[in-house]
């Protein structure tokens, strides 16, 4: 089941809080003691970030799967998000900078640190408008400058929240590669807490049994897959590589919207619910696949009609980058998150793991 952490970070007690829960994951993701405190200390950095710098922010720690989830023993990273509606960052690349602070009292480790102690890592911040940072520790000890672990193509990545803060979300998103095809599901459990956590983790375990189905094909297994479950909704976006042609189906209230160089435009899923009212029809929409193409998956806890991100530098950056800038923009202290939500986000290959592109 999907398990979520997720702190408030508005005075110097809840870094603590921070630390104690990357501990928890990487407990969960069966790292070794090296790593843990690898994840411990981008952590408490990213949390002491936000009370220096941004007065406060929130920190997601989530499992994710590893860059290339072929088969069942794919690993599973420990992703620590920082987001906050700060003043953002002047000079990022000399915030990088490893050693580097703008405070006095800093920890002395710095973002440099991060960026060499985690498997990936990357930052993405914009005057007045706020800093999203993103690190994903492994087993493995990462390598500074060596070539990305992560297959050449499309890159895939997402952040997942729980609403009011629970301890497992009914949302979950994965992906699976099978030759040329990259398929990504998004499901919402009906509901929240842990049936809902069910629903939607039998649909991603079912889904390594499905990598060559098309779309629709792969909705009617899962439905058969959910019936002992309460159900739920679920997207499947199927990027077929060697045609250049990105395939979508959907049933139930998941969103989609894919950025061409036309502006964005929505991908349409069907009413129903997938283990319990599967429609009669699952119309397969078709789309090409280009350079600057960029796919946003959501739940419904994101509202409807969220604003799409107007940065044109922001595809460049890690995926899970971009959904958590899709969450932060789509709410606010006056306007909180109303669900279970998960952002999943297809990005073309740019080869932009911090440790090719960060200074």
């Known amino acids: 089941m999907t398990r979520v952490w997720d702190i408030p970070v508005h005075d110097s007690t809840r870094v603590r809080d921070v630390r104690v829960a990357a501990e928890a994951a990487c407990a969960e993701a069966g790292l070794g003691a090296p790593r843990t405190a690898a994840a ?32 069942e023993t794919a690993d599973r990273l420990v992703q620590i998000v920082s987001v906050d509606h700060g003043p953002g960052i002047g000079d990022v690349a000399e915030a990088i900078r490893d050693g580097r602070t703008t405070a006095a009292s800093s920890l002395g480790a710095g973002l440099g640190t991060c960026l060499r102690v985690s498997d990936a890592f990357d930052l993405h ?15 493995a000890p990462a390598a500074p400058q060596a070539p990305s672990r992560a297959p050449a193509g499309p890159r895939v990545g997402g952040v997942n929240l729980a ?6 979300s009914g949302d979950a ?23 809902a956590a069910r629903a939607s983790s039998a649909a991603l375990d079912e889904l390594r049994r499905l990598a060559a189905l098309p779309p629709a094909d ?32 959907g049933v139930g209230n998941v969103g989609a919207r894919l950025r061409t160089r036309d502006g964005w435009q929505p991908l349409v899923s069907q009413p129903g ?9 699952v119309p397969l929409q078709q789309v090409p696949w280009t350079a600057d193409s960029l796919l946003v998956l959501h739940s419904d806890g994101l509202p409807s009609r969220w604003t799409p991100p107007g940065d044109p530098g922001l ?16 709410s606010s202290a006056a306007s909180p998150l109303r669900d279970d939500t998960s952002v999943a986000v297809l990005c073309p290959d740019r080869r932009t793991d911090a440790h090719d592109r960060l200074p």
Do not use: Y
Not at 175 to 190: C, E, H, K, N
Not at 242 to 247: A, D, F, N, Y
């Open 273 to 281: 619910i997938v283990g319990a009212r599967f429609p009669a029809t």
């Open 40 to 71: 411990a200390l981008v952590a408490t950095e990213l949390a002491t970030n936000l009370l220096k710098h941004a007065d406060g922010g929130r920190m997601v720690i989530n499992l994710v799967e590893g860059p290339d989830p072929t088969n």
């Open 173 to 195: 998103f994965g992906w699976i590669r099978s030759g040329p095809l990259l398929t990504l599901v998004l499901a919402d459990g009906l509901g929240h807490g842990v049936p």
């Open 163 to 168: 609403l009011a803060g629970a301890e497992h």
């Open 315 to 330: 595809p460049a950056h890690d995926p899970a980058v971009v959904a958590a800038v899709v969450l932060r923009d789509a």
């Open 218 to 249: 792969i909705l009617r297994r899962l439905h058969e897959r959910l019936r002992h479950t309460r159900g739920g909704a679920v997207a499947v976006a199927q990027l077929d590589t060697g045609t250049g042609r990105l395939h979508f189906a």
């Open 125 to 139: 911040s914009r005057r007045g408008r706020g800093t999203v940072a993103v690190a994903r520790v492994g087993a």
